[in-house]
């Protein structure tokens, strides 16, 4: 099956190499777009997906033409300083207690009716 | 000032911080290919997404090298979208998801004819996964079956 990959690690990306890629260069946690404008998410994922068509290469990356902004110390600032990544705990980390309390009653009717998950089928009680 | 380059700025920063060096995954032979046989606007897409994203009533993943996968219908409503995950800052996609999971985007470009269809399901998983050997050996080949299940005719991966 084709495959293209969005990226916003370029140097990662060619490492990995894979067969398609586009490559947009935002700070990570924006892969697709910028939040809020879905206009401009718009233009990008039609500038990413016009590249299942236009590469041709295996291992081509297509460079998208978008800017995060006009000053660009974010570039200097990634993983420039402290580790910040949070404690990784092997328990399931809801966003919000809502959420856990839905997911242990065993979800909603749109949620719980297909394996879900590679290692259950949605008892919480068996994950793990 | 060109793209930030990752790989040199983490492995400074490991080595800062009294870490072994991370070992990245790399693939110096051409990558398979596929050829794309059918226009854009003809095909069933598939989104693959690794940015820790599940739906209100699924279990969050957890974050010490999670490998299990989470199917989101096509319908969802994004408002029931949620992030969960170690490694990146969240604040943007739990406002917006679609910058990590760009599923309204991808709606909208079905209803103006740039793609044909989604597939039935979008794929999910936390991809903070250090072992690359668990992710090619555990994770990878169920999403591919799921995949290839559902029909589609191309496969978007969108990484954080």
Known sequence: MPTLCMTSALDITRSVNPPRAAFLDYPLGHT???????????????????????????????????????????????????????????????????????????????????????QWHGDPARAR | MGPVQYIPRIRQQYSRLGYKPYEWVSNPQPPPWQPVRKPLAHSRLALIASGGIYVAGQVAFHHKDDTSFRAIPNTVRTADLRVTHFAYDKTDARSDPNVVFPIDTLRALVGEGFVGELADHAYTFMGGIYSARRVRDELAPRITQRVLEERADLALLVPV
């Open chain 1, 32 to 118: 697709t777009g910028k939040p809020h404008q879905p206009q401009l998410q718009r233009q990008i994922m039609r500038a990413a997906l016009e590249a299942f068509e236009s590469l041709t290469a295996p291992g081509s990356v297509k460079l998208l033409p978008f800017v995060w902004s006009a000053d660009e110390t974010w570039k200097l600032q990634a993983f420039s300083g402290q580790d910040e990544r949070t404690k990784r705990l092997d328990t399931p980390q809801y966003q919000s207690e809502q959420d856990r309390i839905l997911a242990e009653k065993g979800g909603t009717r749109e949620t719980n009716h297909c394996p879900s998950c590679a």
